[in-house]
């Protein structure tokens, strides 16, 4: 493959890559490391890295993560800072591999990384420098960003796994027209008339309807001109920027929530210190003592509501244990039996015949169903009917809610006979002071779904005409060893991870990746990329399609 094409491919997609031979002195060193630390590859040629950018209290750790790639230890992850040359510092994170030769030894170290100082984004590429077909393919394939190479007709010459999935191509894809899978296709083999990434909407084979971002540009395959298109998946980008901001409305709305709360703590002890000191009072009428009866009752539930309130608004980090499905839904349950009672509403609990295992924080867990129930309650009004059941559902029915994830799933449904919401006030459901139906303003739904999330699990909404209003509580069930006891956990990240001495291992991805998820709304790719999260974490698996919900009788 040619080099140039090669280098090409590094400055799309923009991504810091250097190489490493055995003595850790620099053999490549792509424009994004030059711009990051101010220093060209001619002036870092032959040279060791680690002792030309890196602190010395950092050094030795790179040396000895290279020693590990060496050793056939790849691919590790590696974390250190560079010393500009203007005297600056910058904070990378690092993909280590091992590139080998035809003896099947490793040659040298091929390392990808991202600049992590002031945010943490997926990297745009795992890259590498050099010209030879298999080390083109392991650069390629190793990128988050699409990569498609066509010759000059247009036929698809290499397509890495991301352009696989996003534009509908399989195997059988290798050597035919571009068009022939997506119809749309031509305008990715056109160069750009002004600078800047370009977008379109494509359908694929499939019928899937997908926003892409892409850069083209003209290059050589086998000698021959061609086309090499780098692009992204913008409604991936998108649906990000919606969670980041759906965390930042949250957090707004529980500041203005917790100052709010705060002012009225102490206001309500006062009403209430008057109407007790009232009631001691001797020679009240009967009718007097009755009205101050009743109004200490409710300055004391009014009491208990703001101190419920600014619990609920605090942020969701849980300290998880495993429990019993029944034992916590029965507790949850327990004070909306007279609440419901007391409001006319048919409350119809539906446990499940088994008994699954939940690693929960008990009192969030029961702060969150206890919201979705609260409403459910207040949409149903008097006469109104709410169900409330939960289960392990069958794996054909997992496999078709959460596609892909590979455990067993708790499901717990809150079904009222309230009115229907509007397709178009569904997504504002779980936002903050939402108010698209009774009971669901507040922060009471936005703070569930936090919890859920928080948890490995997600909640979800169904309202249609003629059929009850449910929302579902889908969470990882079964027995789970610790984080750092998983058979397939990340190597390096356990041994200095402070959930080891601090929590029970469990939901460690709302610990460690908490800072990300407030700033971002996404957890990190540290998460992403962990088997521990893959595997008790239901954020990596799209939900399909509930199911319809006929009314309660």
């Not at 910058?90 to 591999?97: S, V």
């Amino acid at each position: 493959m040619n080099a140039d094409l090669v280098a090409i491919l590094l400055d799309a997609v923009g991504t810091p890559v250097f190489v490493l031979d055995r003595e850790g002195r620099v053999v490549r060193f792509n424009r994004a490391c030059q711009e990051l630390s101010g220093y060209s590859l001619e002036e870092l040629r032959g040279t060791p890295l680690a002792d030309r950018l890196l602190p010395d209290d950092e050094a030795n750790g790179l040396r000895i993560a290279c020693e590990q790639v060496f050793a056939g230890r790849h691919p590790i992850h590696h974390e250190h800072s560079w010393n500009r040359r203007d005297g600056g510092r910058r904070r990378l994170a690092w993909r280590l591999h091992g590139l080998c030769d035809q003896g099947g030894a490793v040659a040298c170290v091929v390392a990808a990384g991202q600049d992590v100082t002031e945010e943490r984004e997926r990297a745009a590429a795992h890259g590498a420098l050099a010209a030879s077909e298999e080390l083109f393919r392991t650069v390629i394939e190793n990128l988050p960003s699409g990569v498609l190479l066509t010759d000059a007709q247009g036929r698809i010459v290499l397509a890495n796994g991301p352009a696989q999935e996003w534009l509908g191509l399989t195997p059988e894809a290798m050597g035919t027209r571009l068009e022939q899978w997506v119809p749309r296709g031509a305008e990715l083999l056109q160069p750009a008339r002004r600078p800047g990434r370009r977008q379109v909407e494509l359908q694929t084979g499939d019928g899937a309807r997908r926003w892409i971002g892409f850069d083209t540009v003209a290059g050589s395959v086998a000698g021959s001109d061609g086309w090499l298109v780098v692009f992204r998946d913008l409604g991936e980008i998108r649906r990000a920027d919606r969670r980041r901001r759906r965390v930042e409305r949250l957090a707004q709305a529980r500041g203005l929530a917790a100052g709010l709360g705060q002012e009225l703590q102490p206001l309500v002890g006062s009403i209430l210190a008057g109407i007790q000191f009232l009631e001691q009072e001797a020679g009240l009428a009967a009718g007097t003592r009755l009205v101050v009866s009743t109004l200490t009752q409710s300055a004391r539930k009014l009491t208990r509501t703001v101190q419920d309130y600014l619990e609920g608004v605090r942020s969701a980090v849980p300290a998880p244990r495993l429990l019993p499905l029944g034992k916590v839904m029965a507790e949850a349950m327990d004070p909306f039996v007279g609440l419901a009672t007391s409001r006319g509403v048919k409350l119809e609990i539906v446990p499940a015949d088994g008994d699954a295992l939940l690693a929960v924080d008990p009192a969030q867990f029961r702060r969150a169903v206890g919201a979705v129930v609260s409403q459910a309650i207040e949409a149903a009004g008097r006469d109104g009917r709410v169900r409330v059941e939960w289960n392990e559902p069958p794996a054909d029915l997992v496999r078709r809610r959460v596609p892909g994830f590979p455990g067993r799933v708790a499901s717990i449904r809150i079904a009222d006979s309230g009115p229907t919401i509007a397709e178009e006030d569904l997504r504002r459901v779980f936002r903050p002071f939402g108010n698209v139906r009774p009971g669901a303003g507040g922060l009471g739904l936005a703070a569930a779904r936090e919890i859920a999330e928080a948890h490995g699990g997600l909640l979800a909404v169904t309202s249609r005409p003629g059929e009850d209003t449910t929302f579902e509580l889908l969470l990882p069930s079964g027995e789970r060893p610790a984080c750092w006891q998983h058979e397939q956990r990340p190597e390096g990240l356990c041994g200095v991870c402070s959930l080891r001495t601090d929590g029970p291992g469990y939901c460690c991805w709302a610990v460690t990746g908490h800072k990300d998820r407030t700033e971002t709304g996404d957890w990190p790719e540290k998460c992403r990329d962990c088997n521990v999260f893959r595997r008790w974490n239901l954020a990596p698996w799209p939900p399909g399609p509930a199911p319809s919900i006929p009314p309660t009788a």
